[in-house]
């Protein structure tokens, strides 16, 4: 009996490492979305908005069902900004800049 009581916890042991790592693998995937996303969204600011020198982004994101995640942060320390990475297209689809566009992006997006 002692011996069926000493294989369970292994087997508890085991299965909660198990979980543990699996949670860890995710995190460590939600960051490097984070970071790719803050790339995506910190050249998109520079191509279309003019006077962009500093881009501060916020620790808190979301990552919606669909897989977007939502970045924001401040451009030149009190403008704020907003945007949405898809990183299956990777792309920025939809975003909110408190900032003046470019002369040539006014109309059109230069790039996204």
């Not at 979980?19 to 790339?39: C, G, R, S």
């Not at 919606?64 to 898809?86: A, C, Q, R, S």
């Not at 689809?93 to 470019?102: F, I, N, Q, R």
Request: hydrophobic share 35%.
């Amino acid at each position: 009996m002692k011996k069926y009581i000493i294989i369970l916890i292994l087997i508890i042991i085991a299965v909660g490492g198990f979980f543990m790592k699996h949670q860890h693998d995710q995190k460590e995937k939600e960051i490097a979305l984070f970071e790719e996303a803050q790339n995506h969204m910190e050249k998109f600011l520079k191509t279309n908005y003019k006077d962009v020198d500093n881009i501060h982004f916020s620790d808190d994101y979301y990552i919606n069902p669909m897989g977007g995640i939502t970045v924001e942060g401040h451009t030149n320390g009190d403008k704020e900004f907003e945007g949405l990475y898809d990183p299956g297209n990777k792309e920025i689809l939809s975003y909110t800049v408190d900032a003046e566009p470019k002369e040539e992006c006014k109309d059109e997006l230069c790039t996204r």
